[in-house]
Antibody, heavy 123, light 110 residues
Framework: EVQLVQSGAEVKKPGESLKISCKGS????????IGWVRQMPGKGLEWMGS????????RYSPSFQGQVTISADKSISTAYLQWSSLKASDTAMYYC????????????????WGQGTLVTVAS | QSALTQPASVSGSPGQSITISCTGT?????????VSWYQQHPGKAPKLMIY???NRPSGVSNRFSGSKSGNTASLTISGLQAEDEADYYC??????????FGGGTKLTVL
């Protein structure tokens, strides 16, 4: 069974750094794109970027390029999303997601989703 | 890149059919068959309902169907049920090798 398990909720202050994680199991982690999706309170889904863990090929939405860093450690089947200096506007739910088995392109739909990580940034 | 355009809300009575549109450009929806649709209930993670324009994942009711014409994709739900009340999002691949979501549509079952 494919599973994506995300790290727990975080409460941070503006200016602090943060790295959240998404651990995959039940499939070949290195050989599948995995994406990150933001959902601000009461708002819609926004694709932030995706990474191919095997070679760390990473694509970012222009809206998030330079604002976050997406990485992966294929040895422990874990993808990461990190911020170097959080802002109050980063308060949101963050989901990781990946395609169905056998669909190995960045264009592929998101079949499997993590449970979400709520990040709250407040002074 | 701009979000794909969806109506903010649609509504229908139980048993009726509704259609949600998703309008993009030739650089996204019109250029690829990589259009997918997601259902999200409050407090839950999104769920894939349609992929590659018109394919249903295993376990998704055949009351859900998808189509595309030009730069506009559509999700149709037939035989509306109370449990269909949720937010729906479309998603497309783009010529920039990126992904874009629609703004979302709130479906109300009257």
């Amino acid at each position: 069974e494919v599973q994506l398990v995300q790290s727990g909720a975080e409460v941070k202050k503006p200016g602090e750094s943060l790295k959240i994680s998404c651990k995959g199991s039940g499939y070949s982690f290195p050989n599948s794109w995995i994406g990150w999706v933001r959902q601000m309170p009461g708002k819609g889904l926004e694709w932030m970027g995706s990474i191919y863990p095997d070679d760390s090929d990473t694509r970012y939405s222009p809206s998030f390029q330079g604002q976050v860093t997406i990485s992966a450690d294929k040895s422990i089947s874990t993808a990461y999303l990190q911020w170097s200096s959080l802002k109050a506007s980063d308060t949101a739910m963050y989901y990781c997601a990946r395609p169905g088995i056998g669909c190995n392109s960045i264009s592929c739909y998101f079949l499997h989703w993590g449970q979400g990580t709520l990040v709250t940034v407040a002074s | 890149q701009s979000a794909l355009t969806q109506p903010a809300s649609v509504s229908g009575s139980p048993g009726q059919s509704i259609t949600i549109s998703c309008t993009g450009t030739s650089s996204d929806v019109g250029g690829y068959n990589s259009v997918s649709w997601y259902q999200q209930h409050p407090g839950k993670a999104p769920k894939l309902m349609i992929y590659d324009v018109s394919n249903r994942p295993s376990g998704v009711s055949n009351r859900f169907s998808g189509s595309k014409s030009g730069n506009t994709a559509s999700l149709t739900i037939s035989g509306l049920q109370a449990e269909d009340e949720a937010d729906y999002y479309c998603r497309s691949y783009t010529t920039s090798s990126t992904v874009v979501f629609g703004g979302g549509t709130k479906l109300t079952v009257l």
